[in-house]
């Protein structure tokens, strides 16, 4: 397929409006995280707990707002992750004094917060000794069959946590009746009613992060970075030559720069699938470039009369199709995921979103700008011409 019948646009002559166009965008990110809004660290680096919440009847979040305030948790941060007000995102952070504080900390507040969101029909069935059917594992089930069942224990409680979990309930059970669907006989069902209650929320998720944990992903995650763009300058230097390497490495970083600034702009945390993103985007980008450096190591030696800049400018239209078709259906994907993947996956799609643009921007205003002014710079070496 291609899109470009014989491209030939002068992408070479406007490489200073690139630089500078770059130039801005990488200055105004580094202003907002240096001494502007800064990157919203996630319980991930920051720690804290994440709790995920579904409600049997919708519950506005005006309601759930004001119930963490009153427990002092107003700075507790909501996302609604389904539909119809019935299923919410709670992140909380313990407050700064108390946020060097051990792990079990953060526990307690995560127990707080679920504690505060039942109802005070459900703390009177708890102090009578009842356990909620809708938060118990299968390990949990069947430890309350046990005794009576001894024999099916373990069958009845996978096939009552499979039923709840399904499609159709969506991990909460509306009443007993709905276990006739799993097969249940009545006297299970009976014996059930007498020993749980079927709560009004499930818990679907929970995570909890120490301060020291943060701090360790945080430092981790930076390493990583830092030695994936090391190993590809390595990499680009042995398979072409230092200055492709210097130029790509170049680049990757001016792909990481603008797309941390402009998720500094968002009101988005940054997570360990942010990270994951990032790293994506570093090889991501890496690939364009190296297809670009590949034509135009070929070019150099077929093109033997022509400038450095027109060989590049060449080199650049006789990939931009591939470029654009690899660019075109890798965005359209993170789209998707971005639209429909859910809460969950929502913050890696964006950050990879703005990372495909960058990233095929970059391969073309970038990394052959960055090699043409390095040959400039330094004498042109064997396969390196003005």
């Not at 009845?156 to 159709?168: D, F, G, H, P, T």
Request: aromatic residues 10%.
């Amino acid at each position: 397929m291609q899109i470009f019948k014989k491209p030939n646009y002068k992408f070479m002559k406007y490489i200073l409006i690139a630089f500078i166009f770059s130039g801005a965008v990488i200055l105004t990110g580094i202003i907002n995280i240096t001494v502007g809004t800064g990157l919203n660290m996630g319980i991930d680096f920051a720690g804290g707990t994440l709790i995920q919440i579904q409600f049997k009847t919708p519950h506005p979040i005006g309601k759930l707002r004001q119930k963490l305030n009153q427990a002092g948790l107003g700075e507790s941060k909501i996302q609604e992750a389904g539909t119809g007000e019935n299923e919410y995102i709670i992140r909380s952070r313990l407050p700064e004094e108390k946020k060097n504080q051990k792990l079990e900390a953060h526990v307690l507040m995560g127990n707080k917060i679920v504690d505060i969101l039942k109802t005070e029909e459900e703390k009177k069935s708890l102090k009578k000794g009842l356990k909620d059917l809708n938060n118990m594992s299968v390990n949990d089930v069947a430890s309350l069959l046990q005794p009576k069942y001894p024999d099916k224990a373990p069958s009845l409680a996978e096939k009552i946590v499979n039923l709840r979990n399904s499609s159709e309930f969506e991990g909460i059970l509306q009443n007993y009746q709905q276990l006739n669907k799993a097969g249940i006989s009545q006297d299970v069902i009976e014996f059930l009613q007498e020993k749980t209650f079927l709560g009004s929320m499930a818990i679907k998720r929970r995570e909890t992060v120490g301060p020291q944990v943060g701090r360790d992903l945080r430092r981790k995650a930076t390493q990583a970075t830092v030695w994936a763009l090391i190993g590809m300058l390595i990499y680009i230097g042995l398979r072409f030559k230092f200055a492709y390497g210097v130029a790509a490495i170049l680049t990757l970083g001016h792909d990481v720069l603008i797309t941390v600034g402009l998720f500094s702009l968002t009101p988005r945390e940054v997570n360990l699938p942010v990270i994951a993103a990032i790293l994506t985007i570093v090889g991501y980008s890496l690939n364009d470039t190296i297809v670009i450096f590949d034509r135009v190591r070929d070019n150099l030696k077929l093109l033997r009369k022509q400038d450095f800049k027109s060989i590049l400018d060449r080199s650049i239209n006789q990939t931009l199709s591939r470029s654009f078709i690899t660019s075109g259906t890798t965005f359209l994907t993170v789209t998707a995921l971005f639209l429909f993947g859910g809460p969950v996956i929502n913050d890696f799609a964006f950050t990879m979103m703005i990372g495909v643009l960058v990233g095929t921007y970059s391969s073309i205003y970038q990394s052959c700008p960055l090699l043409y002014f390095w040959n400039h710079i330094f004498k042109p070496k064997k396969g390196m011409r003005k």
